[in-house]
């Protein structure tokens, strides 16, 4: 049986063209938990975000202090009294240097289920330790940002929250070009047309690093 260290609740798309495609862009098939590819794709500088697979982050990995079982039912609750989020569509944008997929609508419906997820799982994370404070680089942060990593785990939540589906690791100025036409060319037209998180995903990191989803809980509130 495979031993995970980290749990995270995740956006992931449901089976279909659009999953396969983020997948094979990655190089990670989070819902198999298998490595894809596919030879029509190019060269493309993808780094870290591939162990992740694709996904939109609802809750940051924390190491929990309950069992999984506990883990999914916490987050069927949850999702049993929140409805779905529709989002107007995807567009491909520039976040900070990383290539990402952003909605075009939907923002505080979204921040709305982001902070109610961190809020139902906090008290599942084991404490951080000093070790994984200062991997998070705490003298980069904003006071705010400090605050909410001290008291919720991770320091882009609440107000901080801004939902993204990464794509690539940081781009240089040279490489921005044709990595961000490959990906449209990719993607564009598989984008779902509503964007609709439905469920909430909980995933769990292997020893490798490498995440796999483990439970969909659809938002039926």
């Known amino acids: ?126 404490p951080l330790t000093p070790d994984q404070i200062a991997r998070r680089r705490p003298d980069s942060l904003t006071p705010r940002q400090r605050d909410l990593l001290d008291r919720w785990g991770y320091p882009f939540v609440m107000e901080e929250f801004r939902f993204h589906l990464t794509l690539t690791d940081r781009l240089s100025p040279a490489e921005k070009p044709a990595v961000q036409a490959a990906a449209q060319a990719w993607l564009g037209p598989v984008l779902p047309d509503p964007f609709v998180i439905s469920d909430l995903c909980l995933v769990a990191e292997d020893a490798q690093g490498r995440f796999h989803l483990r439970h969909r809980a659809p938002l039926s509130g």
Request: net charge negative.
């Open 1 to 126: 049986m495979q031993d995970f260290t980290r749990y995270a609740v995740y956006c992931a798309p449901q089976p279909g063209i659009f999953a396969d495609r983020t997948a094979a862009w990655l190089g990670w098939d989070l819902a198999h938990g298998r490595t894809v590819d596919d030879p029509a794709l190019p060269a493309r500088p993808v780094g870290q975000p591939r162990k992740y697979g694709f996904h939109g982050t609802i809750r940051a990995p924390f190491h929990p202090v309950v069992p999984e079982t506990d883990l999914i039912a916490a987050v069927d609750a949850l999702a049993g009294d929140r409805p779905a989020v529709e989002c107007g569509t995807l567009a491909l944008r520039d976040l900070d240097g990383f290539l990402a997929l952003m909605p075009t609508d939907g923002e505080p419906a979204l921040v709305a289920l982001a902070d109610a997820v961190v809020r139902a799982t906090d008290p599942l994370r084991a």
